[in-house]
C-alpha cells in the first residue's frame, strides 16, 4: 500500500460552552493542562503516528492559535489555517477549508484525544474498501451509540450522538474520521451546517462510510472534570 494519510484537520472553531470558565478568555484547544496547551498533547499524538500537516479550522479567538502554534516549525510540522467566524458550523468549516485539503486526510474534533491511533492500519484498511469515509467507532463512551455497524464494518445507519436512543446502534463514535476531499463536493452551499448532522448522515445514505472499531475510549477536555481527568492521566504518563 502506497498511498498514506499525512494531514490532519483539526476542528478548532468552537467557543468551548461546556468548559467554561476555562474558556472565557481562550479557545478550548489552548486550555491548560499541565502547563501546556491541549492542542499540543494532540499536535503530538499526530506527529508520532505519522502526520506531517495540520489545517485548523479556528473561529472563537483565533489569533491565540496562531500566536502560539504559527507555521508549526517548531512542533516538526507544518500548520495551516482555515479562518472563519464564531457562528461557523462544523460542517461549513470543512467546507470553506476546501482549497487546503488533501486529497485524503485525517479529521478529528479539537476537544478528542484518543491514545490508540494507529494511522497505519487504519489507513490501509480505509485504502482497501475503496470508501469515501471512514468513522472510528468505541464499543464505550460518554454518550449514547450512535453508529449501527454490522459485522463487515459498513455503517447502515447513523445519528448525532445526544439524539441517539436506539437500540440499533451499537457503536459510539470516537471523533476521528478518514474522509475523500470528494465529500465537500455533496456538502450543501450557502447554508450554515453540521457536519455530523448533515455529512455524516448523506454518506451512510450513499453507502460511503465505513467504521474501524475500537474498545480504546477516547479523552476529552468537553467540560471541568473531563479536564481534570485527562490533566491527571496525562500526568501519570508523565506528558
Known sequence: MNKKITQAVILAGGRGERLRPFTDNLPKQMVSVNGRPFLEYLLASLKKSGIEEAVLLVGYL??????????GERFNLRIKYSIG????????????AKDLLAPEFLLLYGDVYWPALDLKKMNDFYYSVGKLGLAIVCDKGENNPNFEVNDKNDVLSYIYGRE??????????????????????????????????VTLPDLVKRDQLVAWKTTQAPETITTPEHLSDFANKMKSLGL
Not at 441517539?164 to 456538502?187: H, P, Q, S
Open 85 to 96: 467566524v464564531v457562528e461557523d458550523d462544523t460542517g461549513t468549516r470543512l467546507r470553506n
Open 62 to 71: 483565533k489569533e491565540k492559535i496562531i500566536e502560539h502554534f504559527g507555521n
Open 164 to 197: 441517539a436512543n436506539d437500540n440499533k446502534f451499537n457503536w459510539t463514535e470516537v471523533g476521528y474520521f478518514i474522509l475523500n476531499k470528494k465529500i465537500t463536493d455533496f456538502m450543501p452551499a450557502g447554508i450554515n451546517f453540521n457536519f455530523n448532522k
